[in-house]
């Protein structure tokens, strides 16, 4: 007689375990996870009904070594990465209160000694670990764990997202890497269709649900007319970031699900509505969900929709989390089952969490609202742009058409006034004076009639008006395509008035130093043309806004 030996389970906990992504993987790829660490209740509450297993709600921070669990063959966690992103690339991070808890991480794994260990972050901290594990860096102390870290690209592990992220532990990469081939690619399209099925099929897992039963599913009020404007614009003529697809692309995985975006904001994913004509809307939070490796029956217990929408984009795909579990534990590639085999007995838990109402398009804003957006047609790469704002620094807040260019490092701004468009105007000849009036004249007949005193209330929602600055926007876009075009067939001149513009208004000397230069001479028509604009524009704008403070008596 053969006994059959079982083989032991492996066991593992949580750090900073959110709803649980890592668990989920774990569970499906056979590991206990003994206990989960989290100091969000609802997060703990979601972990725990779908994962079935303890979720304790504290501070990691003041977590005593002694309270954790012995026996741990595995240590996983996703310390928090607020300090590390890329937004916070510009100095807003606070390196070293982010370190805390990455250092925090390393003491427990120090303690534990499990057999292996694996934590998540931005791609970020690949670097700042590479950096800190240096003789005097701050993880220098952790240098005998074996530190590995690699970034990845999710959606090479089957998550129909690009999630860029940094793993850092001390198992086989290659293993993990290997088991790319066991994984079909997915797209932000099919994602969408499948969750839009009568009888729904999950795009990861398999699961069937008809769609009735699908929570967290409720369609967002479409995008109004203005919330379009701003979206498309923070995607497609930032003033900063380079241009991205609006709306975005179905043929591939989508961009990264973040944790916070509004419905205006750059990192909202958006798509068209099926209705004719179609609208823009943004993503369920359950296509987030799935985009994010989550299965269809997974619930996500919270009241408010923003904290939904945080569980979710926080989280680490358990669609990858499984992989990477079974790297933990060695299985070898043949022995890995398919996330559809995988998660065959996964259970919606009960009772179901509720829908949480979806945001509603913004409906106060305040009296100074900024109004920042460049003008398309006289917009290049990396920062060259003609914008329209409204100075809200000024009372009453006046507004502007202002010009940019140089490089990230040092920005240089050209003020565009009545000076300049009269020293501008001596530097062509009288026949292409004649076709740029010519170009501009529906621009000036626009603003003979323009109502901008009333600009500010109607973009701040405080009251009837005329004109939208969105209308004033367009005219400026359309008349800097007409006027690019004139110049263009003047290419000799132009080059010419703007080595001239620049001489007058920077002196000789530092004209030629100025950064960028080379890459306005290559543009000299859409740069030329962009201050005729600009400054006719600003010409119309000041006259207005002097008569409106007279008006109000403010002006001397
Ligand atoms: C990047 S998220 C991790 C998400 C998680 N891996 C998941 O799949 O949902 C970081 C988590 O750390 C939690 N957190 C931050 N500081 C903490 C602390 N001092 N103690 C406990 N949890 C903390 C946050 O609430 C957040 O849920």
């Given at each position: ?32 996870v ?9 997060a ?48 807003g ?60 690209n ?41 969750l ?86 943004r ?6 969900a ?16 923003s ?5 979710v ?90 010009f ?18 009269e020293r ?8 292409v ?60 001149s ?39 604009v600009?400054?006719t ?13 007279k ?6």
């Amino acid at each position: 007689m053969t006994t059959k030996i079982k083989k032991k389970r492996w066991k593992a906990i949580d750090l900073y375990s959110g709803v649980g992504g890592w668990a989920l993987g774990l569970r499906l790829a056979g590991v206990d996870v003994v206990s989960s660490y989290e100091h969000w209740g609802v997060a703990n509450e979601t972990n725990f009904k779908n994962n079935h297993h303890q979720a304790q709600t504290v501070d990691i921070r003041r977590l005593e070594l002694a309270d954790l669990p012995n026996d741990i063959d595995i240590v996983v966690g996703s310390p928090p990465c607020t300090q590390f992103s890329y937004s916070n690339r510009g100095g807003g991070g606070d390196l070293v209160d982010g370190l805390k808890d990455v250092i925090q991480f390393l003491s427990i794994v120090e303690h534990l000694k499990p057999r292996v260990w694996a934590m998540e972050n931005v791609p970020r901290m690949a670097g700042i670990i590479e950096a800190e594990l240096e003789e005097g860096g701050a993880l220098h102390r952790f240098s005998k764990l074996g530190i590995k870290t690699r970034v990845l690209n999710l959606a090479n592990f089957g998550v129909p997202q690009r999630r860029m992220r940094c793993i850092a532990g001390n198992f086989d990469f290659e293993l993990l890497e290997a088991y790319k081939e066991k994984t079909i690619p997915l797209t932000l399209g099919k994602v969408i269709a499948a969750l839009g099925e009568e009888n729904v099929i999950d795009p990861l897992f398999g699961i069937k649900i008809p769609n009735f039963e699908l929570r967290d599913h409720i369609e967002e009020a479409p995008l109004n007319d203005e919330e379009v404007r701003i979206n498309r614009a923070a995607k497609t003529t930032h003033t900063v970031y380079n241009a991205m697809s609006f709306p975005d692309r179905l043929d591939r995985p989508v961009r990264t699900i973040t944790a916070t975006c509004t419905r205006v904001s750059r990192e909202s994913i958006v798509v068209e509505t099926n209705e004719i004509p179609k609208k823009i809307r943004r993503l369920t939070v359950r296509e987030r969900a799935s985009l994010q490796g989550f299965p269809i029956t997974f619930q996500f217990y919270a009241d408010r929709y923003s904290d939904k929408l945080r569980m979710v984009g926080n989280a680490i795909p358990p669609a990858f989390t499984y992989f990477l579990a079974h790297a933990l534990i060695k299985t070898p590639v043949e022995s890995v089952l398919s996330l559809v085999d995988a998660g065959k007995d996964l259970k919606c838990p009960s009772p179901p969490a509720a829908d949480a109402a979806p945001d509603r398009a913004g409906s106060k804003y305040s009296e100074n609202r900024r109004f920042r957006f460049a003008i398309p047609s006289l917009q290049l790469k990396s920062g060259v742009r003609f914008e329209l704002v409204n100075r809200i620094e000024y009372s009453p807040i006046a507004w502007g058409v202002d010009f940019y260019f140089g490089t990230s490092k040092s920005i240089i701004a050209l003020s565009l006034n009545d000076g300049l468009l009269e020293r501008a105007k001596k530097l062509f000849s009288s026949e292409v004076l004649e076709q740029l009036n010519f170009a501009m004249e529906d621009l000036d007949s626009f603003m003979q009639t323009a109502d901008i005193t009333g600009m500010q209330r109607i973009w701040s929602h405080r009251g009837p008006g005329v004109t939208a600055p969105f209308m004033l926007l367009d005219q400026l876009d359309s008349a800097g395509r007409c006027l690019n075009a004139v110049l263009s067939a003047h290419e000799f001149s132009t080059q010419f008035a703007l080595g001239e513009i620049i001489r007058s208004e920077f002196g000789d000397d530092r004209a030629l130093k100025l950064p960028g230069l080379a890459k306005l001479a290559r543009n000299a028509p859409l740069v030329v043309g962009g201050i005729f604009v600009g400054a006719t524009v600003n010409s119309y704008l000041n006259r207005a806004n002097t008569c409106f403070k007279k008006a109000r008596g403010l002006a001397h």
